[in-house]
């Protein structure tokens, strides 16, 4: 047996972070081979005669993983589509231009008009804008609710055909209870997707929990290093994928082989990059309980937040996302104790190794159906900079305001 067809065999008694360095790894050729999958760009494939050229869109219309043309993608994009998929524990992966993309390829491959999905209240916002400029115009109905408190089973419908949620949720990082949610949607006949990217995929595997798709912005926690734009798609099966290729090829999606290699360079270091991140915004977040003008800290690995039960039997970890509410403020002191922090950057996107801090837009609270309070609320992510110094940044801006 070959040295890969040994590691092939023993792959389920590895642990998951020596899966994923060894995930998407190029071939030996003729004795010898490269560590990392070199950049393989092109716009055009050539073949070596008419029957060949047929006979791979003969293929890629049966669903394999053939490239006719340069928009599919060659070998940098299908190691990445496998180290992901290793990652989410799926079946396949589909790479789009954004998280974005991303997530209206899942609505768009999935819903007809007529149809009807149930999406969390408290998703990421520009859900919402996909829903009012581009869904409702196709005749498909989103209906927004709180997967905590409200009844999942007596609010689908016959002509129901998604489950949408994310957990944690955006800003505030409720945890939802995905199995059990997960089980309601399936007795049903219903698919469910979730926004894992608050995870990586490192710390939560929705697909193993009873999602059917998990769905990322490697734009962040992947890829790392705030330097590209990119969406994953992960399945649990293949009549999921026949849909999400039908759909990916319909709206040409594709994404470059330099962006495809960097995020796979970012997949190395996931385990590494999140468990500092992980240090660090627990450090944070403890001094933020303690501090007098705040009342109080969102971030599911304190024993005190309400998701903590849940977070602890379904995730592994937890990222570099604080958020915390203001005791004494209003929106212009808010802006003035961002304002005055040095080390974090004012920035709307997070998961590279940088600070960052945003005052969190009420209009995007209020559409968490359960937030009632009027006090601001700071977002933080926490990079890889010594948290002393973060600690310290913190302090001196709230000293400042």
């Not at 309601?184 to 979730?194: K, L, Q």
């Not at 007098?292 to 379904?314: C, I, N, Q, S």
């Not at 005052?359 to 995007?364: D, L």
Request: glycine share 8%; with cysteine.
């Amino acid at each position: 047996m070959s040295k890969e067809g040994v590691a092939a065999s023993a792959d389920t008694l590895l642990c998951a972070s020596t899966r994923l360095l060894h995930a998407g790894v190029p071939a030996l050729r003729d004795g010898t081979g490269p560590v990392n999958v070199p950049v393989v760009r092109t716009s055009t494939v050539r073949f070596e005669d008419t029957l060949t050229h047929a006979d791979y869109h003969r293929r890629r219309a049966a669903g394999e993983r053939v490239a006719a043309y340069g928009r599919h993608g060659l070998d940098t994009h299908r190691a990445l589509e496998d180290a992901v998929t290793t990652l989410e524990l799926g079946h396949r992966a589909f790479l789009a231009p954004s998280g974005l993309s991303a997530i209206a390829l899942v609505f768009l491959a999935l819903l007809s008009p007529g149809d009807h999905a149930l999406v969390a209240d408290s998703v990421y916002a520009p859900v919402r804008r996909v829903d009012s400029t581009l869904l409702q115009r196709l005749g498909i109905t989103l209906e927004y609710f709180s997967p905590a408190h409200d009844d999942l089973a007596a609010k689908i419908r016959p002509t129901t055909r998604l489950v949408y949620l994310e957990s944690p949720s955006s800003l505030l990082y409720e945890v939802l209870d995905l199995p059990r949610l997960a089980a309601i949607a399936r007795d049903c006949g219903v698919m469910v997707a979730t926004d894992n990217t608050w995870s990586g995929g490192w710390f939560h595997q929705p697909l193993a929990l009873g999602a059917n798709i998990s769905i990322q912005a490697a734009t962040k926690y992947i890829a790392g290093h705030s330097d590209l734009m990119q969406g994953i798609v992960v399945v649990d099966s293949p009549a999921l994928a026949t849909k999400i290729a039908t759909a990916h090829e319909a709206l040409g999606l594709g994404i470059g082989a330099d962006d495809a290699y960097l995020s796979l360079r970012g997949l190395r270091t996931l385990p590494v990059r999140l468990a500092q991140h992980q240090r660090h915004a627990t450090e944070v977040a403890q001094y933020l309980q303690r501090h007098p003008r705040v009342t109080r800290v969102f971030y599911p690995a304190l024993p005190e937040d309400p998701g903590h039960a849940l977070w602890k039997r379904d995730f592994s970890g937890a990222s570099g996302l604080v958020s915390f509410e203001f005791r004494d403020a209003d929106a212009a002191a808010a802006n003035a104790f961002v304002d005055a922090l040095q080390l974090f950057g004012i920035g709307a996107s997070w998961g590279g190794y940088e600070s960052l801090a945003l005052v969190a837009a009420p209009e995007r609270l209020r559409e968490h159906s359960r937030w009632t309070s009027t006090r601001p609320v700071v977002r933080l992510h926490v990079g890889l900079e010594d948290p002393q110094d973060l600690i310290a940044d913190l302090a001196r801006a709230f000293a400042a305001r």
